[in-house]
C-alpha cells in the first residue's frame, strides 16, 4: 500500500495532469471531509518563511486516500494512516516547500522558454503527436485551473528539476563492485526437486471425535468468523441520470448555432509557427532577421527550438481568441501568409507569428446539426445541474431531509444494496452481486459511523451521490453446527499437511547424512524427482514468474536440502543443491552494462535524498508537532466506526 502511496506522491506535475492519461485519477473538486483546502489555516510546518497548513495537507491526503480508495474500495483512512500516508503526504509538502524556498534564494527559475517546451511536449496536450492549444485549454479547464496557475506550478516544477538533474550525472561505479555482482548473475546451481503431496496420505486421517472438532475451531475461530456487514441506501447523480428530465427548445439550437458560429458557419483557419523568446529586445532582433530574409525555423534553431516547439496547429481567429487571446490572433490573422507579425506580448513572453497554410471550413446549415446541438446543450446543461443539484442535496441532507424525500422530489431512483462486508463478499465469503458504483462506495460505508446521518460524496469525476448507513451486523463466529463440514474438512487437510512433512524432514534429513534426494525419494515411495540447473541471471530477468522451489535453490547450501510448503497447501517440495558453479556467458558484456546502471541509479537516489534533507537543513524546517498529532487524530476519528 505505501508504495502506491509513494507512486501517487512522486510528482506534482503527474498528480494534477498526466493521471488524465492513464486514468489514475483525476483533481477535481473532492468533497473533502474537514472542509475546503482553505479550511484550515493552523500551521503544521514552517520551511523557511513558508507554511505548510493543515488544509493545505488534508487535502492532499484525501486526494491520495481516494486514488488508493478506488483501487481497493475496502481501504479506510485508518488502514492508510498506518501504511504511513501521513507521514509521507506532510514529508512531499515539506520536501517541496524547501525546494521551492531554496530555488527563489538562489534565483532559480524555469524560464518561459523552458516553460513553452514543457507545456508543448506534453503528451496530456496532444492531439495525433502535436501540440493542440484547444487540448491545453480544455485539460485546464477539467481541473478548474486557470493557465497563469498551471504555468506557476510547472515553472516550480522545473526548477525543482534543475536540481535533480544536477544530481544525476552518472556516478562512475568502480569495477570491483560491478564485477562482483556480475559473477553473482553468473552463479548456476545444479539440484533436485521433490514433491511431497498431502493427499497421499489421506488414508491415514480418520475422522476427528467431538473434543478434537472443538477445540480446533476454537484455535481458528477467526477463520468461521464472518466480518462486519453493512447494508446501505444511496441515490446516484450523474449527468446520464439528469439529461432525460432536461428540455432543449428551438431557440435555444438556434441560438447556440450563432454563438459558435466559428464552429458551424465556416470561417478560414490558418496552420500557424510560433517563436516565443523571453524578452522584447530578443524577440524584435529575431523579427527583424527574419525579415531580412532568414529561414524563420534557422532562427528559431537559433534560439533553441526545434521544428516541433515552433508549430501551433490550425486554428480560427475565434478559437485563436479564445486560446491565446485577441492580440495574439489579431497578429496571426492579419499578416500575410509567409511573413512573419511584428512581437507581441503573450503570458509567456514575446511571440512572432507566421501562416504558412490557409483553408476555408465549409459552413454547416442549421438542421444538418441540429441533433448535435441539441445533444450538446442537454448535456452541457446537465454538468451545470449536476453540481447545483448535488450542492442543494447537500443542504438539505444537512438540514435533515430524509434519502427517500430528497430522491422523490427530483424523480431519483433510490438503489438499495444488499448487506455486504467490505471486500464485497456475503456471510459464505461469495461476491455480493453490486453495480460497479456500489461497489466503489464501500470504503465510505464501512468508513462511518452506524449512526452517522445520510451525506453526501462525491465518486469520481461529474459523478455524485447521497449515501445511507441502513443496519450494521457485527463481526459475528459462525456456530460450530453451521460450519462443521468445512471445519472437518480443515482439520483433515492439517493433519495431512502433518503427515506430509514429516516425511520432506525425513527427506532432508537422509541428504544432510549423505544420500542423494533422488535416491531419498525413491525409497519412500514418492513420485520420481525433478532435476533442475539454474543460472541467477534467469531468476532475476523472470522475477515472481519463477517457481518457488527454484528460487528456494539459490538460497540451500551445497549438498544440503530444505522443505517447502505448496503455495495451495497441498504438501511439500523438497530442494536439494549438489553443485554450484560460475560460468561467463556470452551476455557478460550485457550483465556489466545493466548492473553499473543499476547501481549508478541507486546512488543517484540516494544523492537526491541527501540533497533534499540538505535543502531542508538549509532553509530552516519547523514541526509543529501539537497540531501535527491534532490534524492525524481528526483523520483517524474521520475513519473510525
Avoid: C
Avoid at 504555468?151 to 516550480?156: D, E, F, I
Avoid at 459462525?478 to 502433518?498: C, G, I, N
Wanted: no cysteine; net charge neutral.
Amino acid at each position: 500500500m505505501l508504495a502506491g502511496i509513494r507512486k501517487a506522491l512522486s510528482s506534482w506535475v503527474v498528480v494534477l495532469l498526466l493521471s488524465l492519461l492513464v486514468a489514475a485519477f483525476i483533481i477535481t473538486s473532492v468533497n473533502d471531509p474537514f472542509g475546503s483546502a482553505g479550511g484550515s489555516n493552523a500551521t503544521l510546518v514552517k520551511v523557511g518563511d513558508r507554511k505548510v497548513n493543515a488544509g493545505d495537507f488534508m487535502q492532499q491526503f484525501d486526494r491520495i486516500f481516494r486514488m488508493q480508495q478506488r483501487e481497493r474500495p475496502e481501504i479506510t483512512r485508518e488502514a492508510v494512516l498506518k501504511a504511513g500516508a501521513d507521514t509521507e503526504v506532510l514529508a512531499l509538502l515539506v520536501t517541496t516547500a524547501g525546494f521551492d524556498a531554496f530555488a527563489e534564494k538562489i534565483g532559480v527559475t524555469a524560464g518561459a522558454e523552458n516553460i513553452s517546451r514543457a507545456i508543448r511536449s506534453n503528451p496530456a496536450f496532444q492531439l495525433g503527436g502535436q501540440f493542440d492549444v484547444t487540448r491545453y485549454q480544455e485539460v485546464l479547464s477539467q481541473n478548474n485551473m486557470s493557465r497563469e496557475q498551471f504555468q506557476t506550478l510547472l515553472g516550480s516544477e522545473l526548477a525543482r528539476e534543475q536540481f535533480t538533474k544536477a544530481l544525476t550525472l552518472n556516478p562512475v561505479v568502480p569495477d570491483d563492485l560491478s564485477r562482483t555482482y556480475v559473477t553473482l548473475l553468473q552463479e548456476t546451481r545444479t539440484g533436485t526437486v521433490a514433491v511431497v503431496p498431502a493427499e497421499r496420505y489421506a488414508a491415514g486421517v480418520g475422522t476427528p471425535d467431538d473434543k478434537t472438532l472443538q477445540a480446533f475451531y476454537e484455535k481458528n475461530i477467526k477463520a468461521y468468523t464472518v466480518p462486519e456487514q453493512r447494508t446501505f441506501r444511496y441515490v446516484l447523480l450523474t449527468p446520464a441520470v439528469i439529461e432525460p428530465g432536461i428540455s432543449v427548445s428551438d431557440e435555444d439550437v438556434r441560438q447556440y448555432y450563432e454563438d459558435n458560429a466559428d464552429i458551424y458557419a465556416g470561417a478560414e483557419k490558418r496552420t500557424l509557427e510560433q517563436l516565443l523568446l523571453t524578452d522584447e529586445q530578443a524577440a524584435r532582433q529575431a523579427y527583424e532577421r527574419i525579415a531580412k530574409g532568414e529561414d524563420f525555423l534557422a532562427v528559431a534553431r537559433s534560439a533553441g527550438f526545434a521544428a516541433g516547439d515552433v508549430a501551433l496547429g490550425t486554428l480560427s481567429e475565434a478559437e485563436l481568441t479564445k486560446d491565446a487571446g485577441a492580440d495574439i490572433a489579431r497578429a496571426a490573422f492579419s499578416t500575410p501568409p509567409g511573413k512573419v507579425s511584428a512581437p507581441v506580448k503573450s503570458d509567456l513572453g514575446w511571440l512572432l507569428l507566421r501562416t504558412t497554410a490557409i483553408s476555408q471550413q465549409a459552413g454547416k446549415a442549421l438542421e444538418s446539426v441540429r441533433g448535435e446541438i441539441t445533444a450538446k446543450i442537454r448535456a452541457e446543461r446537465a454538468l451545470d445541474r449536476l453540481y447545483d443539484m448535488s450542492r442543494a442535496m447537500e443542504d438539505e441532507l444537512a438540514g435533515g431531509k430524509s434519502l427517500t424525500d430528497l430522491a422523490r422530489a427530483r424523480k431519483l431512483e433510490v438503489v438499495t444494496a444488499p448487506r455486504v462486508t467490505a471486500n464485497g463478499l456475503d456471510s459464505s465469503g461469495q461476491p455480493v452481486p453490486l453495480a460497479p458504483e456500489a461497489r466503489q462506495m464501500l470504503g465510505v460505508v464501512f468508513s462511518q459511523k452506524p449512526d452517522d446521518e445520510p451525506s453526501m460524496q462525491e465518486l469520481g469525476k461529474d459523478v455524485f451521490y447521497a449515501l445511507e448507513v441502513t443496519g450494521v451486523t457485527p463481526a459475528a463466529a459462525q456456530p460450530l453446527a453451521t460450519v462443521r463440514p468445512r471445519v472437518v474438512a480443515e482439520w483433515r487437510m492439517v493433519e495431512r499437511m502433518k503427515k506430509a512433512e514429516a516425511v520432506a524432514r525425513e527427506l532432508v534429513a537422509a541428504v544432510k547424512a549423505g544420500k542423494p534426494l533422488a535416491d531419498a525419494a525413491r525409497a519412500t515411495g514418492l513420485p520420481p524427482t525433478s532435476p533442475v540447473k539454474v543460472r541467477r541471471a534467469s531468476i532475476m530477468r523472470e522475477g515472481a514468474q519463477v517457481p518457488p522451489p527454484i528460487r528456494m535453490l539459490f538460497s540451500v547450501p551445497r549438498g544440503e536440502a530444505r522443505a517447502l510448503a505448496l503455495p495451495t497447501g497441498e504438501g511439500f517440495f523438497v530442494v536439494a543443491t549438489e553443485a554450484i558453479e560460475t560460468v561467463a556467458g556470452a551476455d557478460t558484456a550485457m550483465l556489466e552494462a545493466a548492473t553499473r546502471a543499476e547501481i549508478s541509479q541507486s546512488a543517484n537516489l540516494e544523492l537526491a535524498t541527501s540533497f533534499a534533507q540538505a535543502v531542508r537543513d538549509h532553509i530552516g524546517v519547523k514541526y509543529n508537532h501539537a497540531v501535527i498529532e491534532q490534524v492525524r487524530k481528526q483523520l483517524l476519528g474521520s475513519g473510525q466506526e
